[in-house]
């Protein structure tokens, strides 16, 4: 049987090469993961003040509550599986002020902005109320997996000021672990698997 013309001229090399053309694409396709995050207190832990997020802390973030990506979406609380870390922290005295999830996949260049409804008051009048939490988190394969994590609480004090305190960790992970980012006053669990 005669090959047309187009590919006799192609040559061995190139039909090589189109034939591994699918598996290419296959191993370059991204793989969608969990990722799950809750911020905490510690208990009886001194507040470490700190700047709080700038203005434009999430712009160049998606925006879980606001995003209209398809690659990222906020996935049911049944699903989660950080609940018994949680209660058992509860227990303990640790305060949970987040506790979100959602899929992602792991090429995703941007961060993902995660916040709360609730809103500390801004001590300078006319400025828009702060949420009480802000975090970007940012969970990539580089050479391995790895989270990058920043998270501010803002918290009124007794005399009306507003202080903030900030947990900034980059952090290897492994799929279908829990890990624990330390800070002296505040904690974040984190754990991320295979959404598939």
């Given at each position: 049987?005669?090959?047309?013309?187009?590919?006799?001229?192609l040559?061995?090399?190139?039909?090589?090469?189109?034939s591994?053309?699918?598996?290419?694409?296959?191993a370059?396709?991204?793989?969608?993961?969990?990722?799950?995050?809750?911020?905490?207190?510690?208990?009886?832990?001194?507040?470490?003040?700190?700047?709080?997020?700038?203005?434009?802390?999430?712009?160049?973030?998606?925006?879980?509550?606001?995003?209209?990506?398809?690659q990222?979406?906020?996935?049911d609380?049944?699903?989660?599986?950080?609940?018994?870390?949680?209660?058992r922290?509860?227990?303990?005295?640790?305060?949970?002020?987040?506790?979100?999830?959602?899929?992602?996949?792991?090429?995703?260049?941007?961060?993902?902005?995660?916040?709360?409804?609730?809103?500390?008051?801004?001590?300078?009048?006319?400025?828009?109320?702060?949420?009480r939490?802000?975090?970007?988190?940012?969970?990539?394969?580089?050479?391995?997996?790895?989270?990058?994590?920043?998270?501010?609480?803002?918290?009124?004090?007794?005399?009306?000021?507003l202080?903030?305190?900030?947990?900034?960790?980059?952090?290897?992970?492994?799929?279908?672990?829990?890990?624990?980012?330390?800070?002296?006053?505040?904690?974040?669990?984190?754990?991320?698997?295979?959404?598939d």
């Open positions: 049987m005669m090959r047309p013309a187009f590919l006799r001229s040559g061995g090399f190139t039909l090589l090469c189109l591994l053309l699918p598996s290419v694409v296959q370059q396709s991204t793989e969608n993961v969990i990722v799950e995050v809750a911020l905490f207190s510690q208990p009886s832990a001194r507040l470490l003040p700190a700047e709080s997020a700038d203005l434009d802390w999430a712009d160049s973030a998606i925006v879980l509550s606001e995003t209209a990506n398809s990222v979406r906020s996935i609380v049944t699903r989660r599986q950080l609940g018994d870390e949680m209660d922290l509860a227990r303990q005295g640790y305060r949970l002020h987040l506790h979100t999830a959602w899929t992602q996949p792991l090429g995703l260049g941007n961060p993902i902005a995660v916040s709360d409804d609730d809103a500390t008051s801004s001590p300078d009048a006319g400025v828009d109320p702060l949420p939490v802000q975090g970007l988190v940012s969970v990539k394969q580089n050479q391995g997996l790895e989270a990058d994590v920043s998270f501010w609480l803002n918290q009124g004090t007794a005399d009306g000021r202080v903030t305190e900030k947990l900034r960790q980059t952090r290897r992970l492994r799929l279908d672990e829990t890990h624990y980012l330390d800070h002296p006053s505040l904690g974040v669990l984190i754990r991320v698997w295979r959404a």
